[in-house]
């Protein structure tokens, strides 16, 4: 058991504050636990001492720390003290008091330009009430998603929007959470907003072999993400129905220039490398053309390129790239007003809704008239 020293526990009363100091008490460790900064097993200081260090009663202190056990935070064990137990969702919900803030949060996978239209739409349809936005960038982690739900909810949101964001569970109407709507992440039934990443690998695939391609790559970032999936699963079913082989595939760590860069060096090692490749982000794409340029490889002449989900950067690229669109702002407008139905109580969870996608041509995958 963890004892809390004294000078890292700083609490600080506000005397001017509307909240009285047994709220205040409360808020502030339901924060630090949210954060982290409490972990399950550690002592809080004693009654005494903690209502010594901030110059209030020690009822005070009792009946903020009674609060907590209430709450399902703590738990206090005579001749052992205060300690602060495993918490989920529920007990920190209780903690935040259910006052409506008309603050939402937002997580996301990664600070990839793909979220920026998005998160434009999102923004757009917040500020229609003033509603202001917490962006948490969950860098593809599980723990920092669920991390972010536990400090999102200790201050008191009233929905959250998951952008690519898996493994965090979702809010059981009844349960005292905030409702979550879910974007671009197929595995999620239940108030969810998807692309249709099936028929966008399909169409990348199909593309390059109207080109007369039969040796065509595939750059993913993990297939195990339910959006990378999917998106794979259209390109190969597309390729099998060719009668083509989808072996060359290279599937990197991350969503990152670097990583699509690697990608393309792996591809380019096999006995028979392919003529056209597919990446499944924009940013991946960004990477295999700054490789096939290393290598002196002539885009579209020696090597087709075509991305999924279209970011601003690919009409500036040399040759710029074609590019599967997703109306990512329509998405990101659609997403915020479910969830606003959701938080004004006017709607129940609903199942997906399912955005179309479409082919942008450019030049990297050879001469055509220009469709954008």
Known sequence: MQQMPGDYFNLKLDKSSDISYVGQIRGQIALLVA????????????????????????????????????????????????????????????????????????????????????????????????????????????????????QLIARGVDGIIAVSVGGIDEAEPGAGLPPIVHVDQPDRDRSSIVFDATRGGALAAGHLLDHGHTRIGYVTAPLAFANQREVFTGYERTLRNAEIATELLAEVSDFSIEQGQLALARLMEVPEP???????????????????????????????????????????????????????????????????????????????????????????????????
């Open 274 to 372: 392919p003529t056209a490749v597919v990446a499944s982000a924009g940013v991946l794409a960004l990477g295999v053309l700054r490789e096939a340029g290393t290598r002196g490889l002539q885009v579209p002449e020696d090597l087709a390129v075509i991305g999924y989900a279209e970011d601003p950067t690919a009409r500036f690229t040399q040759p710029p790239l074609t590019m599967i669109s997703v109306p990512a702002n329509a998405a990101g407008r659609r997403a915020m007003a479910v969830l606003r139905q959701l938080m004004d109580g006017s709607a129940k969870p609903a199942g997906r809704e399912v955005f179309d996608v479409r082919l942008i041509v450019r030049e990297s995958c050879g001469r055509h008239a220009r469709t954008d």
């Open 35 to 150: 954060d982290g900064e409490l972990k399950p097993g550690t002592r809080l200081p004693a009654v005494r001492t903690l209502a010594a260090q901030l110059g209030v009663n020690v009822n005070t202190v009792r009946a903020a720390f009674a609060r907590l056990e209430a709450d399902g935070l703590v738990a206090t064990q005579h001749g052992v003290g205060t300690t602060v137990l495993p918490v989920g969702h529920r007990a920190l919900a209780a903690s935040a008091d259910g006052i409506a803030t008309n603050t939402v949060g937002v997580l996301i996978a990664g600070l990839d330009p793909f979220y920026l239209d998005l998160l434009k739409g999102i923004e757009s349809t917040a500020e229609e009430r003033g509603t202001l936005l917490l962006m948490v960038d969950t860098k593809d982690s599980t723990e920092r998603a669920e991390r972010a739900i536990h």
